[in-house]
Antibody, heavy 119, light 110 residues
Framework: QVQLVQSGAEVKKPGASVKVSCTAS????????IHWVRQAPGQGLEYMGI????????SYAQKFQGRLTMTRDTSTSTVYMELGSLRSEDTAVYYC????????????WGQGTLVIVSS | QSALTQPASVSGSPGQSITISCTGT?????????VSWFQQHPGKAPKLLIY???DRPSGVSNRFSGSKSGNTASLTISGLQAEDEADYYC??????????FGTGTRVTVL
């Protein structure tokens, strides 16, 4: 069965970086795009960006450009999301989500990773 | 990119039908038929309910249906059940080659 399993919760200080992983199983990794979405406590969903696993190309929402980096390791079917220059407003649950190529829908989601930014 | 506008809350009695609206612009909802709806229970990841405005993934109840008119998309839940109590979010592909989510709607079953 399709699974996206994310790494565990993190606590970071302001100004630091965090790297969250999303490991895929149950399908052919390179045939599905991976998106990242975050949700601050008690707030709505916010789109962050996309990684195309076959070639590693990325596209980030304008809000995160300059401090967001997405990478992948095809040998382990894992996508990484690294967010730098953390501030308290980055405290959120971060989700990865899968898109079947060029279908514009997020059909499976990871369980979420809580990132807390606090001094 | 501003979030799509949804009502903060909608409620209904068991068995009733409710509709949640999702209003955007011609650069997102009105410009593409790539509107999705998600259900999110507390502490859980979102679950895809509707994609491409009207389509349901395999396994999703046919009590959930979607539609669109101009810049506004809608999700209708028919035969409301206690398990439908959750947060609901719309999303749309945009002219900026990115995605935008709605503000979210809390559905309460009375």
């Amino acid at each position: 069965q399709v699974q996206l399993v994310q790494s565990g919760a993190e606590v970071k200080k302001p100004g630091a970086s965090v790297k969250v992983s999303c490991t895929a199983s149950g399908y052919t990794f390179i045939n599905y795009y991976i998106h990242w979405v975050r949700q601050a406590p008690g707030q709505g969903l916010e789109y962050m960006g996309i990684l195309y696993p076959s070639g590693g190309r990325t596209s980030y929402a304008q809000k995160f450009q300059g401090r967001l980096t997405m990478t992948r390791d095809t040998s382990t079917s894992t996508v990484y999301m690294e967010l730098g220059s953390l501030r308290s407003e980055d405290t959120a649950v971060y989700y990865c989500a899968r898109e079947p190529s060029e279908t514009y829908r997020f059909d499976y989601w990871g369980q979420g990773t809580l990132v807390i930014v606090s001094s | 990119q501003s979030a799509l506008t949804q009502p903060a809350s909608v409620s209904g009695s068991p068995g009733q039908s409710i509709t949640i609206s999702c209003t955007g612009t011609s650069s997102d909802v009105g410009g593409f038929n790539y509107v999705s709806w998600f259900q999110q229970h507390p502490g859980k990841a979102p679950k895809l309910l509707i994609y491409d405005v009207t389509d349901r993934p395999s396994g999703v109840s046919n009590r959930f249906s979607g539609s669109k008119s101009g810049n506004t998309a809608s999700l209708t839940i028919s035969g409301l059940q206690a398990e439908d109590e959750a947060d609901y979010y719309c999303s749309s592909y945009t002219r900026s080659f990115t995605y935008v989510f709605g503000t979210g709607t809390r559905v309460t079953v009375l």
